[in-house]
C-alpha cells in the first residue's frame, strides 16, 4: 500500500486534503457553498484525465512510429528476399527484431497507463454526491419551477433571471429529471420534462434517446391524470415510428375502450340532464359559490409562493406613509450616540425593522470560513420531543458559532445586544446557513406555541422572544422571507439585518410572524441568526398587562 501511495502523481495527494473536507458531509444539493468544493474536484478529475489521454497518444505515437519503420523495412526486404538476407548484418538485426523487438513492442502495447486516473478516481468516488443528491437537485428544479412558475423550456434554456453562467438542459438531462418525477409518482412534472425531450428532439437535438422510448413514457403519464384522449394521440404517434411495439399496441386497444366508455357515460348523462334542467341550474350556482369562496379562501402554500413571486404583498400606500428610515442609536448607547446605524421599518404588524450596513464584507467572509467545514444538514425542533432533527421542509445546511470559535464572533453577539437591547446570555448561538438548489424553509413560527410544551425545554431558557437574522449575501433571483398571513416580503440585502419579536410583552405567541424562507431560484444565499430567549429580559422588556400587549 506504501508504493502505491508514492507512484501516485503529486496532484492526488494534494486532492487528499481537499477531500478530507467533503468526507464528512452529503446531503450536498443542500449548500450551494459545499458544492463549490466539487467543482474543484472535477476540475481536478478533469486534468487527470487529460494527462492519461496524453500517455495514451504518446504510446499510440510510438507504435505508429515502429509500425511506419518496419512497414518500409518490410516492402524493401520481400522484393528480393535472399539478397536482402545474404548481408550479414539485415539477418542479425531479423532475429533481433524478431527476437527482442517485437517482444519490447508488446510490452509497450499492453502496458497500462490508467493506473493514475483510476486510482484518482477510485479515492475521489467515495466523496461524490450519492443518488439522494441528484434526486434531491432535481425534485429542487421542479420546485422552483412550481414556485415561480417557469415553463419547462425556459429552465432547460437556462433563461433565469438574473442568470451570469448560462447551461441549457441536453435530451437526457430533460430525460432524467423527467423519470425522477415519474419513479415519484409524479405524473405532472413527467409529463412536462418528457414533453421538453420530445420538444428538442424535434428541432433535431443529437441525442442517444430515442422518440419511441421518450413518447412512451409521455403517453402513459397523460392517461394518469385522466387524459386519455391525448394519451391516445401520443400512442398512435409513438406505433407510426414502432409499429411492434408491444406495450403500445396494447395500450391503443385499452384507451380507445375506455374512451368509447366514456363516450357512453357522457351521452347517458347529458339524456339525465336534459331531464333535470332546474336541478342542473342549482348546481351550477353552487359551484359558482364555492369557486368564489375557495378564491377567497387561499391555503398558506398558494400565499407563500405568491409572496415569494412579489404577488399578493399587502402593502398599502396609507401604511407604507407610516414606515420611517432613521438613525438609531438605541436610546442613547455609548456606542452609537456618535455613530448610529441605519435603520429602516419593512412592515409595521407584526413590526419588522432593517438594520443596513450592519455587518462588514470582512466580517462576513470570517463568519462563512468559519461556518463552512462545519456545516451540516439545517435541522429544526422536534415538537414532540423538543430535540433537533432533519426535515425535508428545510432544504439548507447551517453551522454553530460562539466566541470560542473566533473572538468576532463576539463582537457580533454584542452588537445585537446593543441595538436590540436584549440580553445575549441566554440566547443561542450564532447559526450561520447556506441554501443549496432550490433551498427553502417552508412556514414555520420561530417560537414554540401552546401545544408544544417541551420546545426549548433543554435549553432552560425560555421561549423565544425575538429572532435577528443577518443577511449575508445578495441574491439574484428568489430567497425573500415571507410572512404569509400578513402579506409581507423581506428581500435579502447583503450586510443588512432584520429584527422582530415573536412574542408579546405578555409572553403570548405573535402567530403574524409566521414566515418562511423562499427557495432560491439562482445564486447564494448566506444568512446567520441569533434566536433570543426570554430568560434575562425581565428588566429589558418587561411584561405587558394584556395578552396582546
Known sequence: MLSLRMELPCWCLLLLSCLQSLSAHNDFFTSTGQMTDLLYTEKDLVTSLKDYIRAEENKLERVKQWADKLDSLSATATQDPEGYLGHPVNAFKLMKRLNTEWGDLESLVLSDTTDGFISNLTIQRQYFPTDEDQTGAAKALLRLQDTYRLDANTI?????????????????????????????????????????????????????LDRVTVLDYLSYSIYQQGEVERA??????????DPEHQRAKGNLKYFEFQLEKQKKAAEDEGTQKEKEPEKRDTTEKKKKKSKKVSFQLIPERKKYEMLCRGEGIKMTPRRQSRLFCRYYDNNHNPKYVLSPVKQQDEWDRPYIVRYLDIISDKEIEKVKTLAKPRLRRATVHDPQTGKLTTAQYRVSKSAWLTGYDDPMIDVINQRIEDLSGLEMDTAEEL?????????????????????????????????????????????????????????????????????????????EGDYSTRHAACPVLVGNKWVSNKWIHERGQEWRRPCGLSENE
Not at 438542459?169 to 432524467?176: G, I, L, R
Not at 422572544?465 to 402579506?487: C, N, Q
Open 156 to 208: 432547460s434554456t437556462g433563461n433565469l433571471p438574473g442568470v451570469k453562467h448560462k447551461n441549457p438542459m441536453t435530451v437526457e438531462d430533460c430525460f432524467e429529471l423527467a423519470k425522477i418525477a415519474y419513479s415519484d409518482v409524479d405524473y405532472y412534472h413527467t409529463e412536462l420534462w418528457m414533453a421538453q425531450a420530445l420538444k428538442q428532439l424535434d428541432e433535431g437535438e443529437e441525442s442517444t
Open 232 to 241: 391516445l394521440e401520443y400512442t398512435k404517434k409513438l406505433l407510426e415510428l
Open 431 to 507: 447559526q450561520v446557513a447556506n441554501y443549496g438548489v432550490g433551498g427553502q424553509y417552508e412556514p414555520h413560527f420561530d417560537f414554540g406555541r401552546k401545544d408544544e410544551p417541551d420546545a426549548f425545554k433543554e435549553l432552560g431558557t425560555g421561549n423565544r422572544i425575538a429572532t435577528w437574522l443577518f443577511y449575508m449575501s445578495d441574491v439574484a433571483a428568489g430567497g425573500a422571507t415571507v410572512f404569509p398571513d400578513v402579506g409581507a416580503a423581506v428581500w435579502p440585502q447583503k450586510g443588512s439585518a432584520v429584527f422582530w419579536y415573536n412574542l408579546f410583552a405578555s409572553g
